[in-house]
């Protein structure tokens, strides 16, 4: 099991697709869904991770980009999503485990980073996820690349 230090820096949630999503310190997954209250989590894509290391990418002095901004449910610090391939299992937190489903999206029209700053980072480094194990998440907690 690799860590290298790697751990949820940030959980955000929103009950609605296209809200904003608002940061959580806990929250429930669930295996075969996603993250209880948010939207996403009855999706074909349950639950997104994006590396906060890739906000300085979208640096703008008209944008303030926080955790959740580009819709994430979990903004993660000091893991390389460049090693990350679809299957691969990924644990969060003493009993979350994923597997990666999809790399990256299309941007939707109207995307507000897109439009200020001309680029976009979670179409090439958004990670999808299923959940094939639930549990508590915290901030804080760590991560683990399985397989």
């Given at each position: 099991m690799e860590n290298n230090g790697a751990h949820i820096y940030r959980i955000s949630?929103?009950?609605?697709?296209?809200?904003?999503?608002?940061?959580?310190?806990?929250?429930?997954?669930?295996?075969?869904?996603?993250?209880?209250?948010?939207?996403?989590?009855?999706?074909?894509?349950?639950?997104?991770?994006?590396?906060h290391e890739s906000f300085v990418k979208v640096e703008h002095p008209d944008l303030d980009v926080k955790p959740g901004d580009f819709a994430e449910n979990i903004t993660t610090v000091g893991l390389d999503f460049t090693n990350v391939a679809v299957g691969t299992r990924i644990q969060l937190?003493?009993?979350v485990e994923v597997e990666v489903i999809q790399i990256g999206k299309e941007c939707h029209k109207g995307c507000i980073i897109r439009?200020?700053?001309?680029d976009c980072i979670m179409p090439r480094e958004g990670v999808f996820a299923r959940v094939l194990s639930g549990g508590k998440l915290r901030e804080g907690d760590d991560i683990r690349i399985l397989s």
């Open positions: 949630i929103s009950p609605q697709k296209g809200q904003k999503k608002k940061n959580v310190s806990e929250v429930e997954v669930v295996a075969g869904g996603g993250i209880e209250g948010d939207a996403h989590g009855h999706s074909h894509r349950p639950l997104s991770l994006l590396p937190g003493a009993s439009q200020l700053v001309g």
